[in-house]
């Protein structure tokens, strides 16, 4: 990982937390001029949504998935791939840390 944050967002699903989490991800490789990327998400649909082998039924994550396909445009290279959330502590240490801020 070349730099992490972590952003606040409400009461919302999971789902909805991992694209905007890949947006803020593509956002900041952008800024850092990165051409190839490997992104993990801990949300196996979401991985399989953005992989093309399910369709994004709920209207809200259609609109999300989109401007995620409008940002992957802007790489040469992306690989999307699903790990196991115990494996994705950094993912959770952003996470706490943005509640705590929130709370603060």
């Known amino acids: 990982m070349l730099e992490g944050r972590g952003k606040y967002l409400g009461i919302t699903t999971n789902n909805w937390a991992e ?5 803020l991800g ?3 490789a952008r800024q850092h ?6 992104i993990h998400l801990d949300s196996e649909l979401v991985v399989r ?15 999300l998935w989109e401007d995620v396909q409008q940002a ?17 502590a950094a ?5 706490n840390e943005a509640l705590d ?3 603060s």
């Open 19 to 23: 694209y905007q989490g890949v947006l």
């Open 26 to 28: 593509l956002e900041l």
């Open 33 to 38: 001029s990165l051409t190839r990327l490997k």
């Open 49 to 63: 949504q953005l992989n093309g082998q399910y369709r994004v039924k709920d209207a809200k994550l259609r609109l």
């Open 72 to 88: 992957l445009k802007h790489f040469t290279a992306c690989e999307i791939v699903h790990i196991p959330r115990a494996q994705n």
């Open 91 to 95: 993912a959770d240490r952003l996470v």
């Open 101 to 103: 801020r929130h709370l």
